[in-house]
């Protein structure tokens, strides 16, 4: 080959080896810059449970975007062992401290449990369980079908909304409802609800007094009470006057007092009870004016300040 040829030859080699070290170092310098803005990270291998302890088989370490990590984060996996969520985290998902109940906190549905409330369990069907479509975290109404014997020993039944805006905790043994728009697993016989004290025994009044119970699923959006409890009976179903049956309420003659009293203008007292009338249930409420106790809405019916309010037989 003559001299003139290979000069240029050469040169493009030389010209060639140049760039392609050029490439490298900007491509190092990429990987060095993208290796800087990563931080390790513990991740969810698998989908874990409200109320699940984690275990280390459940857990893996990953290189995360530092820009998307919270400021508190776990980087090492013993820290997370025997843990207990406090929440539903999918697979592939870093786990941050908030996700998690306090230390110490032992797994089940004592974690769900808000202050000042109780849990409490009813039983359920394919009917009275809205066709097993309720899922723990949904909202519903509790209603109560009880049976009433008349005075004239006739049966009667009455539907009445006893509690309003009740949260699921569990349906059956399942503490969450899994991934956004699974159907239910299983059917099962029993929900979990959360109340109040003086709910729960509203609830097992009307579970004992050979009642059936029923839930309505509540919207989403929903978070509406009413001050008046809706009820209804077979006679207002078949538009019958209560009176035919006399079942007219009386006031009983050793409860009425004819003597003058003083009213105060404003209620010092009230006191709200359940009157449980062979299988009716019913609320009453007294209200206390000028050292008397009065039914509401009978300013006939009154009674001494000494003794407790009767209750009308």
């Known amino acids: ?68 990590l919270p400021e508190q984060h776990f980087e090492d996996l013993e820290e997370l062992e025997n843990r207990v969520t406090n929440m539903y985290i999918p697979k592939d998902v870093p786990i941050y401290p908030t996700m998690l ?51 004239n020993r006739a049966t009667d039944f009455i539907s009445r909304v ?39 025994t509203k609830l097992h009044l009307a579970q004992s007094n050979r009642g059936k119970i029923s839930l309505a699923l509540r919207g989403n959006m929903d978070e509406a009470q009413s001050a008046i409890l809706a009820s209804a009976s077979n006679d207002e179903l078949l538009g019958v006057d209560p009176s035919e049956h006399g079942d007219a309420e009386e006031l009983p003659p050793a409860a009425v007092d004819h003597a003058p009293v003083k009213f105060d203008p404003v209620p010092t007292a009230v006191w709200s009870v ?26 006939q019916q009154q009674y001494d300040e000494t003794s407790e309010p009767r209750l009308p037989g």
């Open 101 to 151: 109940a306090q230390v110490g906190t032992p797994p089940g549905i004592q974690t769900r449990i808000k202050p000042g409330y109780r849990a409490v369990s009813v039983g359920i069907d394919e009917v009275t369980g809205v066709a097993y479509q309720l899922q723990p975290g949904d909202w519903v109404d509790v209603i109560s079908l009880v049976e009433r014997r008349r005075r």
């Open 274 to 299: 359940t009157v449980l009338n062979g299988n009716d249930m019913r609320q009453i409420e007294y209200m206390k004016r000028g050292g008397r106790w009065i039914r509401t809405g009978s300013l």
């Open 1 to 68: 080959m003559k001299p003139k040829a290979i000069i240029p030859l050469v040169l493009g080699v030389c010209v060639g080896g140049l760039a392609i070290k050029l490439v490298l170092n900007v491509v190092a310098n990429a990987q060095g810059a993208s290796q800087a803005n990563m931080a390790k990270c513990a991740v969810a291998m698998v989908d874990i449970g409200f109320a699940e302890e984690i275990t280390l088989e459940k857990l893996v370490l990953k290189d995360w975007p530092k820009d998307s």
């Open 162 to 200: 006893i509690l309003q805006n009740v949260e699921i905790a569990a349906v059956g043994r399942t503490l969450y409802s899994g991934k956004p728009g699974d159907a239910p697993k299983s059917m099962a016989r029993s929900v979990t609800l959360l109340l109040k004290p003086n709910e729960v």
